[in-house]
């Protein structure tokens, strides 16, 4: 078992900046690839970008790639994500997720253990 508090979400205008944090409890972290998806009103769950156990690999979607920057710390369990040249379209809450394995790390459809959420609104 793997349990996710995400944290760090607020009120931002557009072009700040805001890190998102996730802590995560149970021994398998250090073990799981590290995703983070969003979702605005009426909308679909969406990814925005991933990173591997190790760190080695990261992923991201195409409409924050440059922005935003995932990085992991094992040694605290806690997956971070780095949100620079925040837009309006950026507004939504996001949730930190684990998983075993890598494959279509883009499909929140693989992912075990989610987070309860934290809301980014961006201000135009």
């Known amino acids: 078992q793997v349990q996710l508090v995400e944290s760090g979400g607020g009120l931002v205008q557009t072009g700040g900046s805001l890190r998102l944090s996730c802590a995560a409890s149970?021994?398998?972290?250090?073990?799981?690839?590290m995703g983070w998806f969003r979702q605005a009103p009426g909308k679909e769950r969406e990814f925005v970008a991933a990173?591997?156990?190790?760190?080695?690999?990261?992923y991201y979607a195409d409409p924050v790639q440059g922005r935003f920057t995932i990085s992991r710390d094992n040694a605290k369990n806690t997956v971070y994500l780095q949100m620079n040249s925040l837009k309006p379209e950026d507004t939504a809450v996001y949730y930190c997720?684990?998983?075993?394995?890598?494959?279509?790390?883009?499909?929140?459809?693989?992912?075990?253990?989610w987070g309860q959420g934290t809301q980014v609104t961006v201000s135009s």
């Open positions: 997720a684990a998983r075993p394995g890598s494959h279509s790390y883009y499909s929140s459809a693989f992912y075990d253990y």
């Open positions: 149970g021994r398998t972290f250090s073990n799981n690839l």
């Open positions: 990173i591997s156990w190790r760190g080695g690999s990261t």
